[in-house]
C-alpha cells in the first residue's frame, strides 16, 4: 500500500525539489550581481579620471567610513598594489585584499568579486586596472551585510515552500491511493 502511494509521488517530488532549487539559484544570483551597482559606476569613473590624469583628492572622497558600514567606499593603489588613498578604514588601516586579484585585474576590464577584508565582514568590491602617466588599481567596494540577509530570508521561504509542496504533493498522492479501489487479482471466468 506504502509502495503504492509513493511510487507516483517521487517523480513531482522531484520537480518540486529541482524548482526551488531554481527559484533560490535565479534570485540568489540577482541579489549578489545587484550588490555591484553602485561600485561598478565608482570604479569606472574613478579609474578614468586617474588614468586622465587628476589628482588624488579629486577623486578618493574626503569622508572616511568603516568597512562595515552599508556606504560604498573607495580605494586607489599603485601598480604595485599598495593603497595610496582610502575612503575606508578597517580599525585603523586601509583594508587591502590577497595581491592575486591586483594579478588578475591586469588583463581584465574590471574584476567583480566577494571579498573578506576581516572575519565577519564580507564585500561586494569591484576593481578596475587604469593606465596613464602613474597606472594603478581602484577598488569600489560596499559591505553584504544586508544582502547577506536577504539571502538567509530566501533561503528560510525557499524551504519553507519546498516542504510545503513536498507535504501537499504526499497527502494529494496519498488520498488518491486512498480512495482508489484495491487492485484485484487476476478475474477468473
Known amino acids: 500500500e506504502m509502495k503504492r502511494t509513493l511510487l507516483p509521488w517521487f517523480p513531482f517530488a522531484f520537480l518540486a525539489t529541482v ?8 534570485v ?3 541579489y549578489r550581481s ?21 589628482p588624488l583628492a579629486e577623486v578618493v572622497p574626503m569622508e572616511i567610513v568603516d568597512a562595515a558600514s552599508l556606504a560604498p567606499y573607495l580605494i586607489v593603489f599603485i601598480e ?4 595610496v588613498a582610502a575612503s575606508v ?9 590577497p595581491p592575486g586579484v591586483f594579478a588578475a585585474a591586469r588583463g581584465v576590464p574590471e574584476q567583480r568579486l566577494t571579498w573578506q577584508p576581516a572575519r565577519d ?23 553584504l551585510r544586508e544582502v547577506e540577509q536577504r539571502i538567509a530570508r530566501l533561503s528560510g521561504m525557499v524551504i519553507t515552500m519546498w516542504a510545503g509542496a513536498i507535504g501537499f504533493l504526499l497527502v494529494y498522492f496519498g488520498v488518491v491511493a486512498w480512495l482508489s479501489p484495491a487492485e484485484a487479482g487476476p478475474r477468473r471466468k
Open 28 to 30: 540568489q544570483q540577482v
Open 89 to 97: 578604514r578597517l580599525g585603523a588601516r586601509v583594508p587591502v585584499p
Open 80 to 83: 604595485n598594489g599598495a593603497p
Open 121 to 143: 565582514m564580507r564585500s561586494a568590491i569591484v576593481v578596475r586596472h587604469y593606465g596613464g602617466k602613474n597606472p594603478g588599481f581602484v577598488l569600489a567596494g560596499r559591505s
Open 34 to 54: 545587484s550588490a555591484n551597482d553602485p561600485q561598478i559606476q565608482m570604479a569606472e569613473d574613478a579609474a578614468a579620471k586617474l588614468a586622465g590624469g587628476a
Open 19 to 26: 524548482f526551488a532549487l531554481m527559484v533560490y539559484a535565479a
